[in-house]
């Protein structure tokens, strides 16, 4: 068994240990704004902080017999504090500490995926300009397009994962509300005061209006976030998968001293952690469907949601943060192949031209219709018959009719798809 001591960041704060600790936190700080309020004696407030404290074995052990895990966790507390417990969890409901607690392991998961995010934007900006002038050939539906530059692919990313970043960012915002109103959100016995108290020590807001539970499209969408995260990291790992195929291998996972890539076959390379990404990404979809589902619930509550929640926000939050840091790992090792990138630019002698000579006819008076028919043609033939494009252009007569060599030159120059990469930068501050 693992101890719990050896257990990465994100785990911990699912665990009983904090979970319990936070509920313990929630206890005493009502206790201190009852005693505020003259409702509980100074002496016995002191004593509750003195002795308060909780055992996970025993705990556990009580909620096989009670089978309620808060009053389990309470039996415990009063065991070790005496008769002063009488002054804990007054006026309060079950869900005023379960609600309050999960908000604040959702801002503490929150942050922790903020901080891969910014490592994963960090590996993504460098690559954006170490690339930035790298010609490559665009694809659309998997055919050869028109050039851009590796550079830009790693700056689309980037500024996806910057507005991954916003979302992140007001998901936990949205999140960090508690709530201590009682048994269906009325305040019948405590003063709104003490929730205001409680959130605010919390670092939390005091939820605007309650049932008996924090109304779950708030946490819908803390999950619907996680679930686009781990969208853009499947975007990215999807790419590089079709980059390492055996035919492109424009890009590809780096491969370590005695790794090793099948069983059968020892010359392969596999991309084993893209595909990965791809796959935990659609645990993170998954979960997004009980997420939507505990949104309706029965009257003022019922515990449908609970369950589910209790298996969702620990895994996608883990499941997230094992994925983002798989991914900077993927992005800041990734493999640049830039002769077989050079290779596959040019392998269809210059075919990506196209749609420059066919607009230079038009604006030499010629209708679209009639230009593009010049030009697929030579372009079906070069296609067919594995013939240069350039060639095949400047040797058409009807096309020398109407552009002269300088103006064929010009359109196929390379440079020209270039001319707005600085432009495209100076958008996303790269």
């Given amino acids: 068994m693992i101890s719990r001591y050896t257990l990465p960041a994100m785990a911990k704060i699912w665990t009983d240990e904090n979970k319990f600790k936070i509920w ?23 004593n509750i902080k003195r002795k308060a404290k909780f055992d996970i074995n025993r705990i556990n052990e009580l909620e096989k017999v009670i089978k309620h895990d808060v009053i389990a966790f309470l039996t415990n507390v009063a065991e070790n504090v005496g008769p002063d417990s009488r002054f804990i969890h007054i006026g309060i409901t079950s869900s005023d500490i379960l609600d309050t607690t999960l908000a604040v392991q959702m801002k503490q998961a929150g942050e922790i995926i903020l901080k891969d995010l910014n490592l994963l934007k960090q590996v993504l900006k460098e690559k954006a300009k170490k690339y930035k002038y790298l010609p490559q050939i665009g694809r659309t539906h998997g055919v050869h397009a028109e050039p851009i530059t590796l550079g830009l692919k790693f700056a689309n990313w980037y500024d996806e994962v910057n507005r991954n970043i916003e979302r992140m960012k007001t998901a936990i915002d949205v999140s960090s509300v508690g709530m201590i109103s009682g048994a269906v959100g ?14 605010r020590k919390l670092k939390l807001k005091p939820c605007k209006i309650s049932s008996q539970i924090i109304s779950r499209d708030i946490h819908c969408q803390y999950i619907n ?17 079709h980059l390492q195929r055996t035919e492109v291998l424009e890009l590809e996972e780096s491969f370590t001293k005695g790794q090793k890539g099948s069983s059968a076959m020892p010359h392969k390379k596999n991309p084993i952690t893209a595909e990965q990404i791809c796959g935990l990404a659609r645990i993170l979809r998954a979960n997004t469907i009980p997420a939507l589902e505990n949104v309706a619930l029965w009257h003022e509550r019922d515990i449908s949601h609970s369950s589910a929640e209790r298996v969702i926000f ?15 790992n993927l992005l800041k090792y990734i493999v640049v192949n830039k002769n077989n990138i050079s290779n596959n630019l040019s392998l269809l002698k210059g075919l990506y031209n196209s749609q420059y000579v066919m ?8 209708t679209r219709e009639e230009s593009y028919k010049i030009v697929q043609d030579i372009a079906m033939k070069c296609w067919n018959e594995n013939l240069d494009f350039k060639n095949e252009i400047y040797s058409n007569k009807k096309i020398r009719e109407y552009l002269s060599e300088n103006e064929l030159n010009d359109i196929f120059d390379l440079k020209r798809f270039f001319k707005n990469i600085d432009y495209i930068y100076s958008r996303l501050n790269l």
């Fill in 225 to 241: 976030t996680l679930a686009i995260i781990g969208t853009t990291l499947e975007k990215i790992a999807l790419e590089i998968r």
């Fill in 314 to 328: 620990p895994d996608s939050t883990i499941l997230l943060d094992y994925t983002l840091n798989k991914t900077v």
């Fill in 359 to 366: 607009l230079k006819l038009t604006e030499k008076g010629l």
């Fill in 24 to 46: 313990l936190d929630i206890e005493i700080l009502i206790c201190e704004a009852l005693a505020k309020e003259g409702k509980i004696p100074l002496k016995s407030l002191n």
């Fill in 186 to 199: 009325t305040y019948s016995y405590l003063s709104p005061k003490i929730e205001e108290y409680v959130c």
